[in-house]
């Protein structure tokens, strides 16, 4: 059979399930099936096409209703978006409220199953090898070898892909805007800034960063606070940027990197201030109790700690839900949020007193639209680097987290806490200090 016919009998059944599907979208779109044949809804210009490029991915939307499989298909190119990605990025909203009769729903399943299949022969798979391997093996408890290979599996992807949307200093967590208008490089300079004031740094102190990253805070703060800083990373490719960043700036006297798990770093009572930014998210609930306690272990009796980490609204990590199973599966394997009540909870727990809260999430909303526009720009160059596949991942998972954090259900929040004793707070009465 030819299959320009066939692909036209194909389209012509699957069009009156489009027209029932969105229907009643209340944005403005468009779907375009695998035979060119084009269906608008809504009002005014559509904001995005949704492009069927064969009709597997579309059987499956219909026989499954499962909009893993939908981003899936998407990694694998078989569905595209043109247009505005984020106006795309709501349909979640409006699938997940469709309502059907027995009658549309058994009409869905007879059009599905005649629909035909794609010739294309990874076309039914699910989540790409390249990408489940790592995470099929990471299903036990967050032991020390596990969580070395899920940092890899994160980080390690490749430094010159990162270095292409990440500011000038490689500053992999949300950023500070002092003002909207800031450019990133800006705001992560801002951020680095206003981490160091809230720990009140002073010259000869010794800092620890738990989760270093690229090096970017313990540079900052042995440059512009003169405290002797190192750092501990399980990414081999951030630990060998570090140290090349160090010696560059020479430093080697004032700053320096491990490559170690945090619960593997020696002493107690060692340092006078603790940092971790953007790790807290793979340490584990469960684990809570055994980071909370490394830290109290390792800080001076009135030192300060500050801890900043994603949270989200709801207590406990659910596994199967459509955002947690996509990030656990492509991004994060060992990623786990709580709300942020229950991480003072266990600080609490280990003895630790909270002596402030800093709530920043408008602030990650802008720096993911920063980064998704930064990688947007540098499409070219980043696939350079990374398969196509892997680019539309983290395009997907920037996008899809920026709209996370504008409406609400994940946060980012700054927590100071000090050794709990007796007397008074190492911290001065009021705030000015922070905004001089």
């Given at each position: 059979?030819?299959?320009?016919?066939?692909?036209?009998?194909?389209?012509?059944?699957?069009?009156?399930?489009?027209?029932?599907?969105?229907?009643?979208?209340?944005?403005?779109?468009?779907?375009?099936?695998?035979?060119?044949r084009?269906?608008?809804?809504?009002?005014?210009?559509?904001?995005?096409?949704?492009?069927?490029?064969?009709?597997?991915?579309?059987?499956?939307?219909?026989?499954?209703?499962?909009?893993?499989?939908?981003?899936?298909?998407?990694?694998?190119?078989?569905?595209?978006?043109?247009?505005?990605?984020?106006?795309?990025?709501?349909?979640?909203?409006?699938?997940?409220?469709?309502?059907?009769?027995?009658?549309?729903?058994?009409?869905?399943?007879?059009?599905?199953?005649?629909?035909g299949?794609?010739?294309?022969?990874?076309?039914?798979a699910?989540?790409?090898?390249?990408?489940?391997?790592?995470f099929?093996?990471?299903?036990?408890?967050?032991?020390?070898?596990?969580?070395?290979?899920?940092?890899?599996?994160?980080?390690?992807?490749?430094?010159?892909?990162?270095?292409?949307?990440?500011?000038?200093?490689m500053?992999?967590?949300?950023?500070?805007?002092e003002?909207?208008?800031?450019?990133?490089?800006?705001a992560?300079?801002?951020?680095?800034?206003?981490?160091?004031?809230?720990?009140?740094?002073?010259?000869?102190?010794r800092?620890?960063?738990?989760?270093?990253?690229?090096?970017a805070?313990?540079?900052?703060?042995a440059?512009?606070?003169?405290?002797?800083?190192?750092?501990?990373?399980?990414?081999?490719?951030?630990?060998?940027?570090?140290?090349?960043?160090?010696?560059?700036?020479?430093?080697?006297?004032r700053?320096?990197?491990?490559?170690?798990?945090?619960?593997?770093?020696?002493?107690?009572?060692?340092?006078?201030?603790?940092?971790?930014?953007?790790?807290?998210?793979?340490?584990?609930?469960?684990?809570?109790?055994?980071?909370?306690?490394?830290?109290?272990?390792?800080?001076?009796?009135?030192?300060?700690?500050?801890?900043h980490?994603?949270?989200?609204?709801?207590?406990?990590?659910?596994?199967?839900?459509?955002?947690?199973?996509?990030?656990?599966?492509?991004v994060?394997?060992?990623g786990?949020?709580?709300?942020?009540?229950?991480?003072?909870?266990?600080?609490?727990?280990?003895?630790?007193?909270?002596?402030?809260?800093?709530?920043?999430r408008?602030?990650?909303?802008?720096?993911?639209?920063?980064?998704?526009?930064?990688?947007?720009?540098?499409?070219q160059?980043?696939?350079?680097?990374?398969s196509?596949?892997?680019?539309?991942?983290?395009?997907?998972?920037?996008?899809?987290?920026?709209?996370?954090?504008?409406?609400g259900?994940?946060?980012?929040?700054?927590?100071?806490?000090?050794?709990?004793?007796?007397?008074?707070?190492?911290?001065?009465?009021?705030r000015?200090?922070?905004?001089?």
């Amino acid at each position: 059979m030819d299959l320009s016919l066939a692909d036209n009998a194909s389209a012509r059944r699957a069009e009156r399930v489009v027209e029932r599907v969105f229907r009643d979208y209340s944005g403005s779109m468009a779907v375009r099936l695998w035979d060119g044949r084009t269906l608008a809804f809504g009002r005014g210009a559509p904001e995005f096409t949704l492009v069927f490029r064969d009709p597997r991915p579309f059987r499956e939307l219909i026989l499954y209703r499962d909009l893993l499989r939908l981003a899936e298909a998407y990694f694998r190119g078989k569905i595209g978006i043109e247009g505005d990605f984020y106006a795309a990025l709501r349909l979640k909203d409006h699938l997940r409220s469709l309502r059907l009769s027995v009658t549309e729903k058994a009409g869905f399943l007879f059009r599905a199953l005649t629909l035909g299949d794609s010739s294309d022969a990874d076309a039914g798979a699910t989540a790409p090898g390249w990408r489940t391997s790592l995470f099929a093996r990471l299903t036990g408890a967050h032991s020390k070898a596990r969580d070395r290979q899920a940092v890899a599996f994160h980080y390690d992807v490749s430094d010159d892909f990162y270095r292409l949307w990440l500011d000038e200093q490689m500053v992999y967590s949300c950023a500070y805007f002092e003002d909207a208008a800031d450019s990133l490089d800006q705001a992560q300079r801002n951020k680095l800034d206003h981490i160091c004031r809230k720990l009140r740094l002073k010259p000869g102190e010794r800092l620890l960063d738990i989760g270093c990253g690229w090096g970017a805070l313990i540079r900052w703060a042995a440059r512009h606070y003169g405290v002797q800083a190192h750092g501990v990373t399980l990414s081999r490719n951030q630990y060998e940027h570090c140290r090349r960043q160090i010696a560059a700036e020479g430093l080697q006297s004032r700053v320096s990197v491990e490559l170690k798990d945090y619960r593997d770093v020696e002493g107690a009572g060692v340092y006078d201030k603790i940092v971790s930014v953007g790790m807290f998210e793979h340490v584990g609930i469960k684990n809570f109790p055994v980071y909370f306690g490394t830290v109290q272990r390792l800080l001076k009796s009135g030192g300060l700690f500050l801890n900043h980490g994603i949270t989200q609204e709801t207590e406990g990590w659910n596994k199967k839900s459509l955002s947690t199973a996509f990030i656990n599966r492509y991004v994060f394997p060992d990623g786990e949020l709580d709300t942020v009540s229950n991480a003072q909870r266990a600080m609490e727990r280990c003895a630790f007193e909270i002596l402030d809260v800093e709530a920043l999430r408008p602030h990650y909303a802008m720096t993911l639209r920063h980064w998704v526009q930064r990688l947007e720009n540098r499409r070219q160059e980043a696939l350079q680097h990374v398969s196509a596949p892997t680019y539309r991942i983290w395009h997907f998972y920037m996008a899809a987290c920026a709209q996370l954090f504008e409406e609400g259900g994940t946060g980012v929040y700054q927590i100071l806490a000090a050794r709990r004793t007796k007397g008074s707070n190492p911290v001065p009465l009021t705030r000015r200090d922070l905004y001089r």
